[in-house]
């Protein structure tokens, strides 16, 4: 054997255990979708937006059969805690949304006390006084003053839907317990207080004494909330920096819905990037100094953002995306869902666009205004492509 035959044979030996590495390393990296869900195929994918085969855009302007090379296809899970890894989702056709939706019914919503127009095809115009309300529970400490109004802005322009800020729900801390406190009554027809007594009523908590952090129950909340809900309310959310659980079991929950009343709460606090947090103890909180204030602004507004169209795209029907990388892809934990898309799929697009009737062009446009004037680079060069993909501006994606 020659040496150049030998050294041949040595790159080629190399090689393969380079190869043999690799499939050793994605095996050990490997983790199983959840037991019996089988991810949809392209094919599937395309027939669950509900179009027609040959539409470019549903009407108007939105994306159906063409311009998938923007849409990731839905990624497999990573981590045995990823939402795919743990839940066999059926996920939610264009054509079942249309079947199972509420606000779509030709039968008035049990508990909406406001007008309801019968001929009515979209929510807006079944319910034209319905608006999105939002109120901070407790008082939002930011570097960014504006940051509550950014997020009503924001969530406005997502859904194409009015959307109402409420005043703040005052809570007070005292010794580990929090107090919802009860402002005193006031008529609007006379112009002042029909009463001069504020109360407060104990919230459910659990309190470590020796961190002295604290979370609120959503339950209890949930149940305060029933009562503030206004007349001509789609839903009502309540967003607070305080942290929340559910059960004793829970390290913490992002938030909870009841749906069928119409309320929800939801926490900003574990999705404050200057804050580390314990896998292991709900109570084990700590700086992270390295976060600059420019991006604890920036991440806050974007993950805050998403969580709540989220939430909100749910009380409206839109349930878990299992098509695409979306906006409405579950997570079972924090990173999971923050490198998830802020953008909506063509399937729950089109589900939203059916719903609201807002013109999908104008609607991105909105959109770029907003990420261009909050620096969400990513997002803003994102949305310019789709407005320029659907005006004939460009062929092709980049």
Same mark, same amino acid.
């Given at each position: 054997?020659?040496?150049?035959?030998?050294?041949?044979?040595?790159?080629?030996?190399?090689?393969?255990?380079?190869?043999?590495?690799?499939?050793? =390393?994605?095996?050990? !990296?490997?983790?199983?979708?959840?037991?019996?869900?089988?991810?949809?195929?392209?094919?599937?994918?395309?027939l669950a937006i509900g179009c027609e085969p040959m539409m470019k855009d549903f009407d108007p302007g939105a994306e159906c059969s063409h311009g998938f090379e923007y849409f990731k296809t839905i990624p497999r899970?990573?981590?045995?805690?990823?939402? %795919?890894?743990?839940?066999?989702?059926?996920?939610?056709?264009?054509?079942?949304? +249309?079947?199972?939706?509420?606000?779509?019914?030709?039968?008035?919503?049990?508990?909406?006390?406001?007008?309801?127009?019968?001929?009515?095809?979209? %929510?807006?115009?079944?319910?034209?006084?319905?608006?999105?309300?939002?109120?901070?529970?407790?008082?939002?400490?930011?570097?960014?003053?504006?940051?509550?109004?950014?997020?009503?802005?924001?969530?406005?322009?997502?859904?194409?839907?009015?959307?109402?800020?409420?005043?703040?729900?005052?809570? &007070?801390?005292?010794?580990?317990?929090?107090?919802?406190?009860?402002?005193?009554?006031?008529?609007? /027809? %006379?112009? &002042?207080?029909? !009463?001069?007594?504020?109360?407060?009523?104990?919230?459910?908590?659990?309190?470590?004494?020796?961190?002295?952090?604290?979370?609120?129950?959503?339950?209890?909340?949930?149940?305060?909330?029933?009562? =503030?809900?206004?007349?001509?309310?789609?839903?009502?959310?309540?967003?607070?920096?305080?942290? +929340?659980?559910?059960?004793?079991?829970?390290?913490?929950?992002?938030?909870?819905?009841?749906?069928?009343?119409?309320?929800?709460?939801?926490?900003?606090?574990?999705?404050?990037?200057?804050?580390?947090?314990? =896998?292991?103890?709900?109570?084990?909180?700590?700086?992270?100094?390295?976060?600059s204030k420019k991006d604890k602004i920036s991440l806050l507004l974007q993950r805050g953002s998403k969580l709540l169209v989220h939430e909100i795209c749910h009380l409206l029907g839109i349930d878990h995306c299992?098509?695409?990388?979306?906006?409405?892809?579950?997570?079972?934990?924090? /990173?999971?869902?923050? &490198?998830?898309?802020?953008?909506?799929?063509?399937?729950?697009?089109?589900?939203?666009?059916?719903?609201?009737?807002?013109?999908?062009?104008?609607?991105?446009? =909105? +959109?770029?205004?907003?990420?261009?004037?909050?620096?969400?680079?990513?997002?803003?060069?994102?949305?310019?492509? &789709?407005? /320029?993909?659907?005006?004939?501006?460009?062929?092709?994606?980049?």
């Amino acid at each position: 054997m020659t040496e150049t035959n030998s050294a041949k044979l040595s790159k080629v030996d190399i090689h393969q255990k380079k190869q043999k590495l690799i499939r050793q =390393k994605e095996e050990l !990296s490997f983790v199983p979708f959840a037991t019996g869900f089988k991810p949809p195929t392209r094919c599937q994918s395309r027939l669950a937006i509900g179009c027609e085969p040959m539409m470019k855009d549903f009407d108007p302007g939105a994306e159906c059969s063409h311009g998938f090379e923007y849409f990731k296809t839905i990624p497999r899970p990573t981590d045995i805690d990823d939402w %795919l890894a743990q839940y066999n989702e059926e996920g939610q056709t264009y054509k079942q949304f +249309l079947n199972e939706c509420p606000w779509l019914s030709s039968r008035k919503r049990k508990y909406m006390s406001q007008t309801f127009v019968f001929s009515g095809k979209t %929510l807006p115009q079944k319910y034209p006084d319905g608006k999105v309300y939002i109120v901070p529970l407790g008082e939002f400490q930011s570097e960014d003053p504006k940051f509550f109004d950014h997020l009503i802005e924001y969530t406005s322009i997502f859904l194409g839907l009015p959307v109402v800020p409420l005043p703040v729900i005052q809570l &007070r801390e005292e010794n580990g317990d929090i107090f919802w406190i009860k402002e005193p009554l006031v008529s609007e /027809a %006379l112009q &002042r207080r029909t !009463s001069s007594r504020m109360s407060k009523q104990k919230l459910t908590t659990r309190y470590d004494f020796k961190s002295k952090h604290f979370q609120v129950c959503v339950d209890s909340c949930l149940m305060k909330l029933r009562q =503030k809900i206004p007349s001509d309310a789609i839903c009502l959310i309540a967003l607070t920096m305080f942290d +929340l659980y559910g059960d004793e079991t829970d390290l913490f929950v992002a938030g909870m819905a009841a749906g069928n009343q119409r309320v929800a709460v939801f926490s900003l606090y574990r999705y404050d990037p200057s804050l580390s947090f314990s =896998k292991e103890n709900w109570y084990e909180v700590e700086p992270d100094k390295t976060v600059s204030k420019k991006d604890k602004i920036s991440l806050l507004l974007q993950r805050g953002s998403k969580l709540l169209v989220h939430e909100i795209c749910h009380l409206l029907g839109i349930d878990h995306c299992i098509y695409f990388d979306c906006c409405m892809n579950g997570s079972g934990h924090l /990173a999971e869902d923050f &490198r998830q898309s802020m953008h909506l799929c063509p399937v729950d697009l089109h589900k939203l666009h059916i719903l609201v009737g807002f013109d999908v062009v104008e609607r991105y446009k =909105k +959109l770029n205004e907003f990420y261009k004037k909050h620096h969400l680079i990513g997002e803003m060069e994102w949305v310019e492509r &789709r407005i /320029a993909y659907l005006t004939n501006k460009e062929e092709k994606p980049r």
